[in-house]
Nanobody, 125 residues
Framework: VQLQASGGGLVQAGGSLGLSCAAS????????MGWFRQAPGKEREFVAS????????NYADSVKGRFTIWRDNAKNMVHLQMNNLKPEDTAVYYC???????????????????WGQGTLVTVSS
């Protein structure tokens, strides 16, 4: 699966930003999708995920209540709306694809087979 993330940029703390990821090369409706991020000097971490049908979502505790993931199977896209951004949200954000129609959306990197190139989100204080 080819994944192209977009929507990163610079935003002030408290602001909002939306990320999108376009998928191609495989039947999108059979893929679970996830967002991960990697801050400078830190390991990549889970942010949010959604299963193939959109019936299951998972969020990291650090973003719960601020971020929302959803998918548009007609357009082969997954989105991440980020509200009330904090400086600690600064990172490169990656979208990832999980093959299979699992009930659970997944939270671990090893559950996702393909990765996009990443888009940088910078939150200034």
């Amino acid at each position: 699966v080819q994944l192209q993330a977009s929507g990163g940029g610079l935003v002030q703390a408290g602001g909002s930003l939306g990320l999108s990821c376009a998928a191609s090369g495989r039947t999108f409706s059979s893929l679970g999708m996830g967002w991960f991020r990697q801050a400078p000097g830190k390991e990549r971490e889970f942010v949010a995920s959604i299963n193939w049908s959109g019936t299951s979502r998972n969020y990291a505790d650090s973003v719960k209540g601020r971020f929302t993931i959803w998918r548009d199977n007609a357009k082969n896209m997954v989105h991440l709306q980020m509200n009330n951004l904090k400086p600690e949200d600064t990172a490169v954000y990656y979208c990832a694809a999980r093959f299979g129609t699992y009930l659970s959306s997944g939270r671990k990197e090893g559950q996702f087979e393909d990765w996009g190139q990443g888009t940088l989100v910078t939150v200034s204080s």
